[in-house]
């Protein structure tokens, strides 16, 4: 399996940005299928985005669509969660997600390795 660390987390205002960073090693990082989910307090794991191997597809969750990119860097064995717009909604622990598969489904069984995860904090 990939280890997965993630950062970039912290306080920020509404309207504000963040950059999550996630680095990974122990596997070959381009065979990895990379992604971010979400969890808020009382709520599930919820998709935030995924992007695939060479970063030719990248799909984000309609509540964020617009707002949130995610992208790669195979050369540095990491991917980055760039959060523009932020608002309190989503305020929540955000987890890096690795999964050999060409296209995992997008809830939280669908990804085999998990970062401890880093919290975001979006004031109103």
């Known amino acids: 399996q990939v280890q997965l660390v993630e950062s970039g987390g912290g306080l920020v205002q509404a309207g504000g940005s963040l950059r999550l960073s996630c680095a990974a090693s122990g596997r070959t990082f381009s065979d990895y299928t990379m992604g971010w989910f979400r969890q808020a307090p009382g709520k599930e794991r919820e998709f935030v985005a995924d992007?695939?191997?060479?970063?030719?597809?990248?799909n984000v969750a309609e509540s964020v669509k617009g707002r949130f990119a995610i992208s790669r860097d195979n050369a540095k064995n990491t991917i980055y969660l760039q959060m523009n717009s932020l608002k309190p909604e989503d305020t929540a622990v955000y987890y890096c997600v690795s999964d050999p598969r060409i296209i995992p489904p997008k809830v939280a069984a669908g990804y085999i390795s998990w970062g401890q995860g880093t919290q975001v904090t979006v004031s109103s």
């Open positions: 992007i695939g191997r060479s970063a030719a597809r990248a």
